[in-house]
T-cell receptor, first 113, second 113 residues
């Protein structure tokens, strides 16, 4: 099975940096997704990490440590529109293109002025 | 930009009735998925579909559920005899064979009364 832990809620200030952590315990592991979900909307893809290390994409960066079962999403220069839930999700090994993605419960981020 | 579409946006049905939720994936995508999200809870994988057959399914996807790709564009989820606990947002997603990003549709909110 797969167990994913994320903080339930976080608050950060506009213009600041925030790090959202995710830990997972899985019977097998292929890669880790981060998705953003605004209230009442569909998830949208942010990143997918397979290898250890940091991947940067504009204001968002994602880090993975496979040995520690740990990932984080780093959001820089926070904007009010970044207020959303951030979903950590993992995929099992050998799933190829058809991936049984297991989502965590998500971290609800509130950005305040 | 191509997108996944879903109809209807909201479906209300009585317990025991059959419902069909419809999705039009992105046209050149090969892998299709259904997820559900009960209000306030996490996104849950239901099923993945490739090459006109189910690739993987979760424990939720029991005999009451079925999927079909009746033509070259639509991808449907059928629930044969709805229960109150089937009330949720149902998301369709699709992905290409070359990448891991899954593109989600806007969802169908199913309310079973």
């Amino acid at each position: 099975g797969q167990n994913i832990d994320q903080p339930t809620e976080m608050t950060a200030t506009e213009g600041a940096i925030v790090q959202i952590n995710c830990t997972y315990q899985t019977s097998g592991f292929n890669g880790l997704f981060w998705y953003q979900q605004h209230a009442g909307e569909a998830p949208t893809f942010l990143s997918y990490n397979v290898l250890d290390g940091l991947e940067e994409k504009g204001r968002f960066s994602s880090f993975l440590s496979r040995s520690k079962g740990y990932s984080y999403l780093l959001l820089k220069e926070l904007q009010m529109k970044d207020s959303a839930s951030y979903l950590c999700a993992v995929t099992p090994p050998n799933s190829g293109g058809y991936q049984k993605v297991t989502f965590g419960t998500g971290t609800k981020l509130q950005v305040i002025p | 930009e191509p997108e996944v579409t879903q109809t209807p946006s909201h479906q209300v049905t009585q317990m025991g009735q059959e419902v069909i939720l419809r999705c039009v994936p992105i046209s050149n995508h090969l892998y299709f998925y259904w997820y559900r999200q009960i209000l306030g809870q996490k996104v849950e994988f239901l099923v993945s579909f490739y090459n006109n057959e189910i690739s993987e399914k979760s424990e939720i996807f029991d005999d009451q559920f079925s999927v079909e790709r009746p033509d070259g564009s639509n991808f449907t989820l059928k629930i044969r005899s709805t229960k109150l606990e089937d009330s949720a947002m149902y998301f369709c997603a699709s992905s290409s064979g070359t990448g891991y990003e899954q593109y989600f549709g806007p969802g169908t909110r199913l309310t079973v009364t």
